[in-house]
């Protein structure tokens, strides 16, 4: 399981890009992680349209992956649209990490996810199907 | 083992693990599980796993039905069980022990038939903030339900129930208290017998959540004095969906049914329905009873090691485990110093390693061990912690897997980096 910390995750967890609270900003959300309590919110500025994402920084305490998992993913936001943020993949997501996730830490993997789909869609925001990322993410037989 | 030898009462847990069939399976480190995670759910001996299938394939049919053999069969096993863990848990009577499938359902049918009988606007129901949620959200719920008031006794840094805040609580005449015997987040023992006796002064019901408690030391009902005890057969070797409430006989007579339907009547008509007598009025529709079987089992397995032995076997392991985490640099340990008041798990954090990150590492060692808030969210509030790492010692534990424990933690430093 050693694999799961590869430096590239621990270089993330020690020095997470876009780490804090903006404000003011014009999309927040605030989420948890029901397996460990973890907290997380995030806050993001747009363009003067109200378009395109210009800012975005994250918050909160939470393991290697959670924390890893956020500043990449908010490292790719800045230029999306509204819509491209709310049709982003979760699968994706998990991807990005490049280490082998299982089951056991799918959510940790998925909290900023959660959370910029809350900032998006507000509480009509739900946890993906795990099955469905998890099949995908095993896929070319990398096994945790 | 020396060791062992100069210490009466501990067990030999590596010749315990042959017990069990899953300490035959090799984890992907390829050596059997260090298990320390046993105060979430146990493993279960050959012994219990027998029991179940044995009631399955040669003794199986409905319970309090047939007037055939096999039936007569199965109804000996279910009410035997009932009697075995009755004398295990010093109950007055097996007439007053009840299965349900856990805990969680023993404390929801007191909340639920009791509570709503019992309890109106502006009675005072007192917990803990160091309750599992299953002896919390009930109560919420109750009173929310109820119109009462729903208060917490408090606890102290090093994790103890603060009495002098319970005894100004108890001053304003709650009419219930629950509370556990021992913390599944902390590990202290509460003194029961004498927070029980001051409840009682005070006129209050007394509910214990002993999930934690029956499975690792001699609990005696007629000793405490409780009211009320609730407890999971999963957690004491037992298999999962059995578990059990104790109350005193004249509260459970005088307390309607929580679930209704079959076999808990005497008398059926279109109009109206006769309550059978306790402890068959609150087991509705077919019970577990291979798995009440099965626990019938854990509890022979149980009382032929000797609880006494099992709390000793523990409390070595706990003082141990104890002294080796106090070794590491980082390491915060949780709960009372004191192994009188600590029962056998240790709730601890890492500087730097969040406990997610922490068991993650571990399992790869093939060592099992619980992260998160243990369902005691409160308590994690109650030390400003996101969650804590837990390792938790049973009777198949021993010195081997401490030793891993610790090699764990230190290959944990090692891929973070010192704190």
Redesign the interface.
């Known amino acids: 399981?050693?694999n799961?910390?590869r430096d590239f995750i621990?270089e993330h967890y020690r020095n997470p890009h876009n780490q804090g609270v903006l404000d003011p900003h014009d999309l927040q959300f605030a989420d948890s992680n029901p397996?460990?309590?973890?907290?997380m919110s995030m806050t993001l500025r747009l363009d003067e349209g109200k378009e395109r994402v210009t800012e975005v920084a994250f918050d909160g305490?939470?393991?290697?992956?959670s924390q890893a998992s956020a500043s990449i993913l908010t490292d790719e936001l800045p230029g999306k649209t509204v819509q491209e943020l709310r049709d982003l993949d979760p699968r994706g997501v998990v991807e990005n990490l490049g280490v082998p996730i299982g089951p056991?830490?799918l959510k940790?993997a998925l909290l900023s996810y959660k959370v910029l789909q809350g900032a998006v869609m507000g509480s009509e925001a739900r946890w993906p199907e795990e099955a469905d990322v998890l099949i995908d993410a095993y896929e070319g037989g990398t096994s945790p | 083992m020396a060791l062992r030898e100069a210490l009466p009462g501990v067990l030999d847990g590596a010749a315990l693990r042959a017990d069990f069939p899953v300490f035959d399976r090799p984890m992907r480190s390829g050596k059997p599980v260090a298990y320390l995670d046993s105060a979430s759910s146990s493993q279960k001996p050959r012994a219990v796993i027998e029991a179940v299938a044995d009631t399955y394939g040669h003794h199986y049919a409905n319970v309090h039905r047939g007037i055939y053999e096999l039936s007569v069969d199965a109804d000996a096993r279910y009410e035997g069980a009932r009697t075995a863990l009755a004398l295990f848990i010093g109950a007055p009577s097996p007439r007053e022990l009840i299965f349900v499938r856990n805990a969680t359902e023993a404390i929801n049918l007191v909340a639920y038939s009791w509570g709503r009988t019992n309890l109106g606007p502006g009675d005072l129901i007192l917990s803990t903030e160091m309750e599992h949620h299953a002896n919390l959200v009930p109560w919420q719920q109750l009173a929310a339900a109820t119109g009462a008031t729903l208060e917490y006794v408090r606890i102290t840094d090093d994790g103890r129930l603060d009495l002098d805040d319970l005894r100004s609580r108890l001053a304003r005449g709650p009419k219930l208290v629950a509370f556990s015997q021992v913390s599944n987040a902390l590990g202290t023992i509460n003194p029961v017998a004498e927070i029980t006796r001051m409840a009682h002064e005070a006129g209050a019901v007394v509910l214990l959540d002993a999930a934690q408690s029956v499975p690792h030391m001699p609990v005696d009902i007629a000793a405490l004095g409780v009211d009320f005890l609730a407890l999971s057969g999963h957690k004491m070797l037992g298999p999962s969906g059995i578990g059990a409430l104790w109350g005193r006989r004249e509260l459970l007579d005088a307390m309607p049914p929580f679930m209704t339907g079959g076999s808990m009547i005497t008398r059926v008509t279109l109009e109206g329905t006769e309550w059978n007598e306790v402890p068959w009025k609150f087991e509705a529709g077919t019970p577990a009873i291979a798995e009440a079987a099965g626990l019938g089992a854990a509890v022979v397995y149980l009382e032929a090691l000797g609880m006494v032995n099992v709390r000793a076997h523990e409390r070595f392991l706990f003082e141990r485990a104890w002294a080796a985490l106090g070794e590491i640099d980082g390491i915060r340990r949780l709960g009372p110093s004191d192994p009188a008041e600590h029962a056998g798990l240790i709730s601890f954090v890492l500087e730097g390693v969040h406990p997610h990150d922490m068991a993650t590492v571990f399992d790869g060692q093939g060592v099992a061990v619980r992260a998160g808030h243990h369902c005691a969210q409160p308590v994690m509030l109650r030390y400003d912690l996101p969650a804590t790492t837990r390792a938790s010692f049973y009777v198949y534990n021993d010195l081997d897997d401490i030793n891993r424990l610790v090699d764990a933690i230190r290959a944990t430093q090692t891929l973070f980096g010192k704190a």
Do not use: P
């Open positions: 399981m050693d799961l910390y621990l397996t460990c309590g973890d907290e305490r939470g393991c290697a992956i056991a830490r940790c």
